[in-house]
């Protein structure tokens, strides 16, 4: 086969890694294909994928809707929370009333979590502040409270901090559905034929990382800004299941729910036509 190198964009963090194990440790047969890891956080990645600059990306499926033009959502990868997901954290109890005078810090204005936020309190103050930064800006009393992704969603407790709201437990309680906070694209330019391939190549990974969990947590331990194994496994296992196989019929739905109810509610400009490959 042609030999062609693909720019895979995704984020510093372990569900990303242990998805992408196999091939950044050469365990599949890739037929002349090469990836060129390119790893950033998902806010970049989401702006990244606006401009079109890379074959392959981690995206957020609020940042879907604005690339829809560029990008195809393939079937697998995508991280769900199933009754979890980013979580709203102060020091001291708040109320919705409460929370919605204060100034929350948010990973990012294209974050499905942000996306969540807004479906959930309406109208928010927020500041952007980098996803690793947030717990210590809730700490030294920059912000009020904080939009944590990530693995801040498991060391929350151990920083002493409340949690306000759940946001995939309240997505699941609304609709009964996991949240669908970001899946994988595909630039639609590389055609059907090499999209194919990209697209086998990726779902043999994730299920390569499944079926040898043990190396492939250890692999991504080192994405987990110093989080011990057992950990590390119990935040792989969040976000890398059936659903990351393939999104499934309810995955589906959830995709199309979630970007419906963003429009109605005038988050995002478009009603969004899904496509995926």
């Known amino acids: 086969m042609e030999k062609k190198e693909i720019t895979l964009g995704h984020s510093p963090d372990p569900d990303d890694a242990f998805m992408f194990y196999a091939l950044a440790a050469d365990k599949l047969e890739t037929d002349g294909l090469s990836f060129k890891h390119i790893i950033e956080d998902i806010e970049t990645l989401n702006r990244r994928a606006i401009n079109a600059e890379l074959d392959v990306t981690a995206v957020s499926i609020h940042a879907y809707a604005y690339v829809l033009d560029q990008y195809a959502l393939l ?24 929370l919605r005078r204060a100034t929350i810090a948010i990973p990012g204005t294209m974050t499905t979590a942000y996306l969540a936020l807004r479906l959930y309190l309406g109208e928010a103050k927020t500041v952007v502040v980098p996803f690793d930064k947030i717990m210590d800006a809730v700490a030294n009393r920059e912000v009020e409270a904080g939009l944590l992704i990530h693995e801040g969603q498991l060391t929350y407790v151990k920083r002493g901090f409340h949690k306000i709201a759940d946001m995939g437990e ?65 935040f792989v296992g969040m976000y890398v299941n059936d659903y990351t196989i393939d999104y499934g019929e309810s995955g589906r739905e959830a995709v199309r729910l979630l970007l419906s109810r963003a429009h109605q509610a005038g988050i995002i400009p478009n009603p969004v036509e899904l496509e995926f490959v």
């Open 75 to 98: 079937t697998s990868g995508a991280s769900m929370g199933d009754g979890y997901g980013p979580l709203l954290i102060s020091r001291e109890p708040m109320s919705k009333d409460e």
């Open 170 to 234: 309240w997505w699941k309680s609304e609709t009964g559905l996991p949240l669908p906070l970001g899946g994988n694209a595909i630039r639609k330019s590389l055609g059907p034929e090499l999209i194919a391939r990209v697209s086998d190549l990726l779902r043999e990974s994730i299920q390569y990382g499944l079926d040898h969990r043990e190396p492939a947590v250890r692999h991504s331990m080192k994405y987990g800004r110093g989080m011990e194994e057992s950990l590390t496994d119990k």
